[in-house]
């Protein structure tokens, strides 16, 4: 019994039928059309933060002013005591001794 089927299997072997070409075309198009698509890449509209950030010249420079922003309010509200002494040194005459436009009262004199 087992070399019937040894037989059978052999002559299956010798005589294998190879698939048509026009069967082997409609098996690619199928396989073709059930192969997943790439999906689109979907670019996120930049929010107000990366707009902000590009205005000024990019997040480092960004950082950079908010920084100094901070630092100007945090000094001219804090005050440090030694901060004055400073700022003594440096403006030897008060806001009120320096003139800013000399001139200016010969120009609005009327004549």
């Keep these: 019994m087992m070399d019937d089927l040894d037989d059978l299997f052999a002559s299956a072997k010798r005589d294998a039928m190879q698939p048509s070409a026009a069967l ?42 908010g920084s100094a922003a901070v630092a100007g309010l945090v000094l001219g509200f804090v005050q440090p005591v030694g901060f004055g002494s400073v700022t003594d040194l440096l403006a030897a005459d008060t806001l009120g001794g320096v003139e800013f436009m000399p001139g200016i009262d010969a120009l609005l004199a009327e004549e």
């Design 24 to 65: 082997m075309a409609r098996v690619l198009a199928d396989a073709t059309r059930e192969q997943p698509k790439a999906a689109l890449r979907v670019v996120p509209k930049p929010g107000f933060w990366a707009g902000l950030a590009t205005l000024f010249g990019g997040g480092g420079v960004l950082a950079g002013v």
